[in-house]
């Protein structure tokens, strides 16, 4: 078991919060026009896939939703 | 990272709440790929994406560490590790990039150096022969079981994190 110190843990929980990205809608790729060199993450729930943009979770660091009626957290 | 409900703290690799009353508790986890926008076009031309409204500077300069995470050497600022609980593993470069890959209680890393593109690498791994390769567009590696199609839990993570939540780790040597 890791011996951690919840003072150093609530450093995120402050002003300098990262608030998880709760998606209410997606877009389809193709549409946004990103780079070809963008990086995403790609998760997959009851066969259904659904991508995040690398560099929006480097703030999130977290994403939490439902997909296929199957909740989902995703951390980066 | 915490749950907002009792404020356990978690571990976000391995699922495993290690502090806090739900310590011990352990979420269900499965593969998140990474890849590039080139390669998800290829293979899931109708791949939809959840988009991020949140503009601030915050996001911005979150950004800065991590431009490149795919074949990158990866930088951290210094005061991150002191965020740390204990050490970093010496056995590896702390910021090495590798597959990572976990079954049941046993886990072992596959730095990217010793995965070259266009080759197929077949190891043992858990009881099992496992075969790992890298994609050509992208780069990224991936493993599966030789026999079967599906693989083992699996994460593209640098050697910091990946030992941080699986200290007595393999590490796969060419």
Same mark, same amino acid.
């Given at each position: 078991?890791?011996?951690?110190?919840?003072?150093?843990?609530?450093?995120?929980?402050?002003?300098?919060?990262?608030?998880?990205?709760?998606?209410?809608?997606?877009?389809?790729?193709?549409?946004?026009?990103?780079?070809?060199?963008?990086?995403?993450?790609?998760?997959?729930?009851?066969?259904?896939?659904?991508?995040?943009?690398?560099?929006?979770?480097?703030?999130?660091?977290?994403?939490?939703?439902?997909?296929?009626?199957?909740?989902?957290?995703?951390?980066? | 990272?915490?749950?907002?409900?009792?404020?356990?703290?978690?571990?976000?690799?391995?699922?495993?709440?290690?502090?806090?009353?739900?310590?011990?508790?352990?979420?269900?986890?499965?593969?998140?790929?990474?890849?590039?926008?080139?390669?998800?076009?290829?293979?899931?031309?109708?791949?939809?994406?959840?988009?991020?409204?949140?503009? *601030?500077?915050?996001?911005?300069?979150?950004?800065?560490?991590?431009?490149?995470?795919?074949?990158?050497?990866?930088?951290? $600022?210094?005061?991150?590790?002191?965020?740390? @609980?204990?050490?970093?593993?010496? /056995?590896? $470069?702390?910021?090495?990039?590798?597959?990572?890959?976990?079954?049941?209680?046993?886990?072992?890393?596959?730095?990217?150096? *010793?995965?070259?593109?266009?080759?197929?690498?077949?190891? @043992?791994?858990?009881?099992?022969?496992?075969?790992?390769? /890298? *994609?050509?567009?992208?780069?990224?590696? @991936?493993?599966?079981?030789?026999?079967?199609?599906?693989?083992?839990?699996?994460?593209?993570?640098?050697?910091?994190?990946?030992?941080? @939540?699986?200290?007595?780790?393999?590490?796969?040597?060419?």
């Amino acid at each position: 078991m890791k011996a951690i110190d919840r003072a150093k843990a609530k450093v995120t929980t402050g002003k300098f919060q990262f608030l998880p990205l709760r998606p209410k809608h997606d877009q389809p790729l193709a549409s946004l026009h990103l780079p070809g060199d963008a990086e995403l993450l790609v998760l997959e729930r009851g066969g259904e896939h659904r991508g995040l943009i690398a560099r929006e979770m480097a703030y999130h660091h977290i994403c939490q939703g439902e997909l296929e009626g199957q909740p989902f957290l995703v951390s980066f | 990272m915490t749950d907002e409900e009792t404020w356990s703290l978690w571990d976000h690799i391995s699922g495993e709440a290690f502090e806090g009353p739900l310590a011990g508790q352990k979420l269900e986890i499965w593969p998140i790929s990474m890849t590039l926008v080139e390669a998800a076009l290829a293979k899931m031309p109708d791949l939809r994406i959840y988009t991020s409204s949140y503009r *601030s500077w915050k996001q911005w300069f979150m950004h800065l560490p991590h431009r490149k995470f795919i074949n990158s050497k990866g930088f951290l $600022p210094p005061q991150f590790y002191l965020t740390m @609980s204990q050490p970093i593993d010496p /056995r590896l $470069p702390k910021l090495e990039q590798g597959l990572g890959v976990i079954e049941g209680d046993q886990a072992k890393f596959y730095p990217m150096k *010793s995965l070259p593109k266009g080759e197929m690498i077949t190891d @043992s791994f858990a009881g099992r022969t496992i075969v790992l390769e /890298r *994609s050509e567009i992208d780069g990224v590696p @991936s493993a599966k079981w030789q026999a079967g199609v599906d693989g083992p839990m699996q994460l593209l993570s640098r050697w910091y994190g990946f030992s941080y @939540s699986y200290p007595d780790c393999d590490i796969y040597l060419q």
